[in-house]
C-alpha cells in the first residue's frame, strides 16, 4: 500500500494553532479508530503524542489534540512553542489490524 | 522504565543479508501484552513499518518487504531480531525497533516505546 498523505511542511507562529491532515483510504484510516501520531525531533526516536486517534499518552501536553474525519486524520497543535518544531509522522491500522501503515511525515516550523 | 537497544553491523554489502537485535530492559519479550516491531526511516524520508513478533513467535510483515524480511524472538536473552536478505542501497536506513501494546483484541496503543535506532549503510 502507498503510505498515507502528509503535507511535507507546515508553519505558524508561536501562539498559534496549526493543524496536520494524515489522508488514507477506507480500507485503512477511515476503517479503524487507530490512527497514532509522533514527534521526531532532528537525529531523535519518534515519540508517541497522539493513539486511538485522539487519546494522548500520559505526560504528553494537552496542547496536542487528534481528530479524524472519513479517511483524514488531524493533529492540531494549539498554542505553539519553539520546542514543537519537529517532524510529525502518523501511522494507521490496515488489514485487518494486522499492519501499519506510516504517512510520509511533516515537518513543522515555528517562525 | 522499558528501554529497547538496537545493535548490529552499521554497513552490509549489497546482496548480503542485514541482521540486528534489539536488546529489552524493563520489559519482557514473553509479554502477551505487547508486540515487537521494525521500523526504519531512509536518511530525509518518513517512516516504514517492518514488521512486529508477538511472544508466541507469531509474525507479520509488510507485504513489500515480506519475501526478504525474517524476525525471531530469543526469549532467553529479552531479545528480537530482524534479517533483510538481498539488501540494496534503497535498504540503507536508520532501524529503529520498537513497542507496541494491545488494549485489547486488534486495538493498539500505538508504538510506546523506541530504541534509539541504528544507521545501517549498504555499499560496497
Known amino acids: 500500500q502507498s503510505a498515507l498523505t502528509q503535507p511535507a511542511s507546515v508553519s505558524g507562529s508561536p501562539g498559534q494553532s496549526i493543524t496536520i491532515s494524515c489522508t488514507g483510504t477506507s480500507n485503512n484510516v477511515g476503517n479503524y479508530n487507530l490512527v497514532s501520531w509522533y514527534q521526531q525531533h532532528p537525529g531523535k526516536a519518534p515519540k508517541l503524542i497522539i493513539y486511538?486517534?485522539?487519546k494522548r499518552p500520559s505526560g504528553v501536553s494537552n496542547r496536542f489534540s487528534g481528530s479524524k474525519s472519513g479517511n483524514t486524520a488531524s493533529l492540531t497543535i494549539s498554542g505553539l512553542q519553539a520546542e514543537d518544531e519537529a517532524d510529525y509522522h502518523c501511522c494507521s491500522h490496515v488489514g485487518n489490524s494486522i499492519f501499519r501503515l506510516f504517512g510520509g511525515g511533516t515537518k513543522l516550523t515555528v517562525l | 522504565q522499558v528501554q529497547l537497544q538496537e545493535s548490529g553491523p552499521g554497513l552490509v554489502k549489497p546482496s548480503e543479508t542485514l541482521s540486528l537485535s534489539c536488546t529489552v530492559s524493563?520489559?519482557?519479550?514473553?509479554?502477551?501484552?505487547?508486540?515487537w516491531s521494525w521500523i526504519r526511516q531512509p536518511p530525509g524520508k518518513g517512516l516504514e513499518w517492518i514488521g512486529y513478533?508477538?511472544?508466541?513467535?507469531?509474525?507479520h510483515y509488510n507485504p513489500s518487504l515480506k519475501s526478504r524480511v525474517t524476525i525471531s524472538v530469543d526469549t532467553s536473552k529479552n531479545q528480537f531480531s530482524l534479517k533483510l536478505s538481498s539488501v540494496t542501497a534503497a535498504d540503507t536506513a536508520v532501524y529503529y525497533c520498537?513497542?507496541?501494546?494491545?488494549?485489547?483484541?486488534?486495538?493498539?496503543?500505538?508504538?510506546?516505546?523506541w530504541g534509539q535506532g541504528t544507521l545501517v549503510t549498504v555499499s560496497s
Open positions: 486511538e486517534v485522539i
Open positions: 513478533i508477538y511472544y508466541s513467535g507469531s509474525t
Open positions: 520498537a513497542r507496541e501494546t494491545i488494549i485489547s483484541g486488534g486495538v493498539t496503543r500505538g508504538f510506546d516505546y
Open positions: 524493563g520489559g519482557s519479550v514473553s509479554s502477551e501484552n505487547d508486540y
